[in-house]
């Protein structure tokens, strides 16, 4: 088990929601933590408060936009500057946003390999790096569609394919680095109320009952129960490549199949 005490950890999408409970549970875990996010105003005071609560100068914000490679690049130079390293990396940052798809897929899979890039090219072994982890949020959406928001869905079909052959590569090339991913079902943040705005669902607003009644089917996890699972994730050494399905009912590591699954059919 990895051992969290003076480890540094950057948590992208930190001001608020699940990416403010995964900074606060490596805190509360020894951990030092970067907080990255667009929000200016969330984030600074999310610095102030975790600072007085776990001492100062254990949280420092940085605004940055992690569609924008230069922020991201010019804010971890920062974080090692202030810091020293890097050990812990988690891309939480993502949007749901249908009408303005573009965006969608550069926050949600180019922003996630970004941060994975940037945090690999510094941990990793053939670099004179240390090692570290590095966690990639995808999302239940990750492993099967969700009807209202195909492009959302596909951001995290990306996310999981990304990181399960990037853990793969670390394997073979012996990086030092392991790379998971996790796929909670809706959990209670400000994200999970998208599908009931048109700005954001689009053309896709008719199927909000079938959003809702998906909802009946994985009723909604809080914060506390998701940051559990990326503590899992971080801290076994074992894990690599693994990704976290969670639902109210139970979490758990997803098998995939080592041969694909069909119904032959004629040519
Ligand atoms: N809430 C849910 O039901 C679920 C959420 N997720 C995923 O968890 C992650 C976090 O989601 P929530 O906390 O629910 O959302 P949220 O909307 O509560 O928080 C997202 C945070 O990301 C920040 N952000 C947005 N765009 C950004 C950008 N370009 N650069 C930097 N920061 C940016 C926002 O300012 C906000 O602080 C997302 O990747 C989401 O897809 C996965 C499964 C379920
Ligand atoms: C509006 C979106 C809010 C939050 C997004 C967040 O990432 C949460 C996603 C949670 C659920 C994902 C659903 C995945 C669905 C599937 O696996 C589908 O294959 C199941 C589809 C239909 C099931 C119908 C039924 O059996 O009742």
């Not at 776990?54 to 605004?63: I, L």
């Not at 230069?70 to 249908?98: H, P, R, T, W, Y």
């Not at 909000?208 to 050494?237: C, I, N, W, Y």
């Amino acid at each position: 088990m990895m051992a969290l005490q003076g480890k540094v950890a950057v948590v992208t999408g930190a001001a608020q929601g699940l990416g403010k409970g995964f900074a606060e549970i490596l805190l509360q875990n020894g951990a030092k933590v970067a907080l990255l996010d667009i929000n200016e105003k969330a984030g600074k005071e999310l610095e102030t408060q975790f600072n007085e609560a776990y001492g100062a100068d254990r949280t420092h914000f940085y605004p940055v936009d992690v569609s924008s490679d230069q922020q991201f690049k010019d804010a971890f130079q920062k974080i090692l500057s202030k810091f020293g390293q890097v050990d812990i990396f988690c891309n939480n940052a993502g949007i749901i946003n249908e009408k303005q798809w573009e965006k969608t897929v550069s926050i949600n899979l180019c922003g996630v390999v970004r941060g994975t890039y940037l945090a690999l090219e510094h941990m990793k072994k053939e670099n004179g790096g240390q090692g570290g982890v590095i966690v990639n949020v995808a999302s239940l959406a990750g492993l099967g569609p969700l009807a209202q928001t195909p492009i959302y869905t596909a951001t995290k079909f990306g996310v999981v394919g990304f990181t399960r052959a990037l853990a793969l590569a670390s394997e073979v090339a012996n990086y030092g680095v392991r790379i998971n991913a996790m796929c909670p079902a809706f959990v209670r943040t400000p994200l999970i109320d998208s599908f009931n705005s048109e700005e954001q669902i689009g053309q896709f607003m008719g199927l909000a009952d079938f959003t809702r009644s998906l909802m009946e089917k994985f009723p909604s996890l809080e914060v506390e129960e998701v940051s559990k699972g990326l503590l899992l994730l971080v801290k076994d050494d074992s894990l690599n490549g693994a990704c976290l399905a969670m639902m109210r009912d139970g979490a758990g590591l997803v098998s995939f199949p080592k041969e694909i699954p069909k119904t032959p059919v004629a040519l």
